[in-house]
């Protein structure tokens, strides 16, 4: 998997929606699992969700469940993470991850993005 990119991080009142997106390079987009995780500081790299190669299978993290949805456009080379009902303890800096489990975990991930921060304000 070549260059990820996210975009659409940003500033959010609780309880609002936010958009990110994370735009591939290379031609193996669609062979690839592709997910989000976040870190906040202090915290460790927590796990959001992920969308196996066909899009059939979403997998998402406890503390996100019913409030995040993730999606995959393989024509595109795109995944997008819809976030709704946004809380404070969603601050974090999110990462675009491409790897080869599903549902993705850390150590099979084999690109990063470089992260795109979202702060919520209560």
């Known amino acids: 998997q070549g260059q990820l990119v996210e975009s659409g991080g940003g500033l959010v009142q609780a309880g609002g929606s936010l958009r990110l997106s994370c735009a591939a390079s290379g031609s193996a987009f669609s062979r690839y699992t592709m997910g989000w995780f976040r870190q906040a500081p202090g915290k460790e790299r927590e796990f959001v969700a992920s969308i196996n190669w066909s899009g059939s299978r979403p997998y998402y993290g406890d503390s996100v469940k019913g409030r995040f949805t993730i999606s995959r456009d393989n024509a595109k080379s795109t995944v997008t993470l819809h976030m709704n009902s946004v809380e404070p303890e969603d601050t974090a800096n999110y990462y675009c991850?491409?790897?080869?489990?599903?549902?993705?975990?850390?150590?099979?991930?084999?690109?990063w993005g470089q992260g795109t921060q979202v702060t919520v304000s209560s």
């Open positions: 991850a491409a790897g080869t489990n599903s549902p993705l975990v850390g150590n099979t991930v084999v690109s």
